[in-house]
């Protein structure tokens, strides 16, 4: 017989997998780490003091197993920062000399944020548009934004600078901005 955590970890596991791909981008490696948080969670559910959601807890392990990965990642020297700068000067075209945006791509208008973030079709655009930015600009993005690793850490584990970091983060922020109302803001229109 199943018991209630047991199932309660298993409704768990298909969400704790599609967080770990989109940031590992390596199904193998999503697998492993999601295993690994999996079996801390179940070994030492003693220690879920509720404080938090369980969930929540589970989605902590799974950051801190993330950040394992990429630590050693650094170790190994698997995390070059790449300079392809096609999408960047895709980014760069959106504003005029003055740095001011081009009258055709100025942000649009989202309606209600708190709407926004309760609607499942956002967020599956919102990983649609994960998946489709270059890989190191995605792992910035995700540690900082999903994971809220602080700037000086992701800088630290991919050997740049803060400025390079920010850049960046900038630059992956207005590119998934620009997906999402293609994909969501003008589905919403329809």
């Known amino acids: 017989m199943i018991s209630e955590y047991e ?12 967080f770990a791909r989109l940031q590992l981008r390596c199904h193998d490696e999503a697998e492993d780490v999601v295993q690994d948080a999996l079996l801390i969670a179940a070994t030492k559910s003693e220690d879920f003091d509720g404080r938090s959601q369980y969930e929540t807890w589970v989605f ?6 993330i950040l394992d990965l990429f ?8 995390w070059l920062v790449e300079t392809d700068g096609s999408w960047q000067d895709e980014l760069d075209k959106q504003f005029r000399e003055n740095e001011r945006w081009q009258d055709d791509h100025r942000p649009q208008d989202w309606g209600d944020p708190e709407a926004v973030l309760a609607s499942s079709h956002f967020w599956r655009v919102f990983d649609a548009c994960m998946i489709h930015l270059p890989d190191v600009p995605a792992r910035i993005f995700s540690l900082r934004e999903l994971m809220e690793v602080d700037i000086e850490e992701i800088c ?3 050997n740049i600078t803060e400025n ?15 997906c999402l109302e293609k994909g969501w803001v003008a589905e919403g229109d329809k």
Not at 7 to 18: D, H, T
Not at 60 to 65: A, D, E, F, R, V
Not at 71 to 78: G, L, P, Q
């Open 164 to 178: 390079n970091c920010s850049v960046i983060l900038y630059r992956a922020r207005m590119k998934l901005r620009q």
């Open 60 to 65: 902590g392990i799974l950051k801190y197993k």
């Open 156 to 158: 630290s584990l991919l």
């Open 7 to 18: 199932r309660r970890l298993s409704a768990l596991r298909p969400r704790l997998l599609a």
């Open 71 to 78: 630590r050693a990642e650094k170790r190994r020297s698997r």
